[in-house]
Every structure is written in C-alpha cells, then in structure tokens.
C-alpha cells in the first residue's frame, strides 16, 4: 500500500544529510569535554553543529544553547520570570505548562494574551496586560502556530514588551526551516528550536540567547554548554541536527513554494466539501500548514480512516502522549466544540510532492463518500 506522510509539523522525516551526519559521529568515540583527540573531533562536530543552528536562526555562535529538544529550551527561557509570564493563548503546551509549574516563577498559571478569530495575538490587549503596578516580566509568544500555521507578530510584541521592562520569549520550533529567521529583526531575547521539525534526529533542539541575556541552568553539575546547560552532550543528535540546519538554510527558498501545494489542497477541499473551514486562513501562515474540519465528520474518525488509508495526518497537537487532545488553539480563536472536534492538520515538508496531494484528496473523497450527511451537503 503507498503511504502519503502529511504530517511534518508534528515530525520531519530524517533528511540524508542528518542520517549520515549521527551514523558518522556514532562511529567515533570520545566525550566532547575531554581534551584528547577523540574528544577534540567530538568538539569540532558539536560547534560545527552550533555555527549552523546560528545561521539558521540569525545569531552567532556563541548565543546558541543546545537542549534536549524544544520542550527544555522553551522551560529554560521562561525561567528568566520573576513576577510571571504573560502567553499568548495559542502558545504550545510546553509554554503554558511551564509557566503553571516553574520553580523559577512559582506554582502560578500564566497571563493569557488573547488571540483574534484568525489565531494572530492582540497586541493592544497584550499592552494593557503589561500595565500596572508589578506586572509579569516576561512575554511569550510564539513564531508560528502548530496547528493552524499562523504567524504571530512577534517584533512587535517584543517592542511592546520592551517598553515596558519585559523580555520576550519566541518559540520558533514549528518556523525554524520554513521561514526566515532573525532573531535581532524579532527582537527576541530567547527563541527556542527543535531538530526533528525541520529533518533532524528527535531528541534534541536550541536555546538562542540574545547577547547579553542570560537564564539560570534548568540542568546544573557541569559546565557544558558555556555553563547554561549541564550535561556531556548528545553529540550525534546535535551532528544530525546541524546537517539538518544546513540544508533547511539550503532549501529554505524551495520550502517557501509549498504554499502552491497548500493552496491547492484547499482549493480541492472545499471544491468536495463546500462547508469545511480552513481556520486561521485570513492570516499570514507558513507554506506547509493547513489546518481544516467539515461539519459532521469527526477528526479522530478521519484520522483513523486516513491512517487505514496510508495517510499520516494530525488532529490536535501531536505532544499529548499519542492522544488527540481538544485542541486549546482553536478553542481561543471562537471556535466553537463542535468545528474543534472536527479539525485536522496537513502538514507539508522537504519530501513533500504533488502525488503526496493527489493521494490524500483521493483517500478522503473516499471518506467523504462514506459520510452521507457530508457528501449532501457537498453536492
């Protein structure tokens, strides 16, 4: 049976790059701390490594931290609070639950930015919230959504934040390969990444500290990673994840061209179903995402019956232990249950192509055929 993997936002398939890039570094021994020849080449591949991640990200060398994946990067940045953070309500669920449960800023659930029915964070709300005798000291808001693609405005918002004391957090775990990065340009004083969103190996990801901005170990008992993160480092992970960022930098123009192949998709979509919706479609959105439900046909039924199929697609966020959770992100843009339970995720990437497309829409015309309240409605 062919398979169609649409599934990317949730994880990238290894780019070749990355694959020989951790077999190469898993056939040399030797700690990248240790002084001997084996552990200097260990060191050479690690800042190797590093000197991509910078460029992919807009930084230098030096400014990147790397983590055990964009989960710990985006924990880490968000102990810079001191009295709280403010989120934006589409943030990642490694945000939010950081902030509930950080030791660095206490047991406190985070100040909720609301987002508009498009998912874009509103800014004039997000000042206010930052009005006031002692309000939170750092900002969190996110490059790109997981789930619906859309771009949040993140330099202003960091302006925002600025003017009034805060620092601003960028997580840019779903952006990072699909469209440029900056972090001066943001205006960010902390973004995270995550290797295996953009063809690296899963495990491991990024802190990139703006100069001069520094966060307190979430790991202490080492002086790796410049004393920002204790630990002997994963180094085929970070091999693999450096390849990765090369080649995500390389092809960063042709990524860009998805957004044909997006469009398309729901031009087909709502040709075959004219009530579906594509959320957050009036916003900027990355190139590869596609975030959409018709009424009456649930998304974990869809889910299942694409999965039987040979289709891989996303329904929620794909961090919730293999269970397709009621999706927080579309619940914050006025969307009510009912379209929530029905939305799923396509999900484009490197190795993405037209027949990936041609077979989806043929398996879920198939689906739409199954559901008679669907198809009458599509007629």
């Known amino acids: 049976m062919r398979a169609s993997y649409l599934d990317y936002n949730a994880t990238a398939p290894l780019r070749p790059e990355a694959r020989h890039a951790v077999i190469a570094a898993l ?20 800042e190797a490594a590093r000197e991509s991640v910078a460029a992919l990200a807009g930084a230098r060398p030096e400014q990147v931290v790397f983590t055990g994946g964009g989960t710990e990067a985006n924990n880490m940045a968000l102990r810079a609070a001191r009295r709280g953070v403010v989120a934006s309500a589409g943030e990642h669920d490694s945000v939010l639950g950081a902030c509930a449960s ?23 709300q997000l000042a206010r919230l930052l009005d006031g005798e002692a309000p939170p000291d750092v900002v969190a808001v996110m490059l ?15 302006r925002i934040a600025h003017g009034r004391g805060a620092v601003l957090h960028c997580d840019a775990v779903q952006a990072a390969g699909k469209i440029p990065l900056d972090l001066t340009a943001l205006g960010a004083d902390s ?7 953009l063809g ?19 790991l202490r008992g080492g002086g790796q990673e410049r004393n920002r993160r204790a630990g002997t480092e994963n180094v085929a992970a970070i091999a693999g994840f450096g390849a990765a960022a090369r ?10 061209e998805l957004a044909a192949q997006r469009d398309d998709l729901e031009r087909q979509v709502l040709a075959l179903a004219p009530e579906a919706r594509v959320h957050g479609a009036a916003a900027p959105r990355l190139p590869n995402t596609s ?9 974990e039924t869809l889910v299942m019956a694409l999965d039987l199929s040979g289709v891989a697609v996303g329904a929620g966020s794909a961090c919730s232990s293999g269970k397709a959770a009621s999706s927080h992100v579309l619940r914050a843009m006025g969307i009510g249950e009912a379209r929530v339970a029905e939305a799923i995720r396509i999900s484009l990437g490197w190795a993405s192509g037209e027949e990936d497309i041609a077979y989806f829409m043929a398996a879920w015309q198939t689906c739409l055929n199954r559901n008679p309240s669907v198809k009458r409605a599509a007629v």
């Open 27 to 46: 056939a040399q021994p030797g700690n990248a701390s240790s002084v001997h020849g084996f552990g200097r080449a260990a060191r050479q591949a690690v």
């Open 102 to 124: 950080g030791s660095a800023i206490g047991a406190c659930a985070p100040v909720i930015a609301p987002v508009d029915s498009s998912g874009v964070v509103d800014l004039e």
């Open 144 to 158: 790109a959504n997981n789930e619906t693609g859309v771009i949040q405005p993140v330099a202003e918002a960091a």
């Open 191 to 197: 973004m995270s990444l995550s290797a295996h969103k």
């Open 200 to 218: 690296g190996p899963q495990g491991t990801g990024a802190l990139i500290l703006r100069a001069g901005h520094e966060i307190e170990p979430l």
């Open 247 to 256: 080649a995500a930098s390389r092809d960063l123009d042709t990524f860009m």
């Open 291 to 299: 975030c959409f439900g018709v009424p009456g046909l649930a998304a």
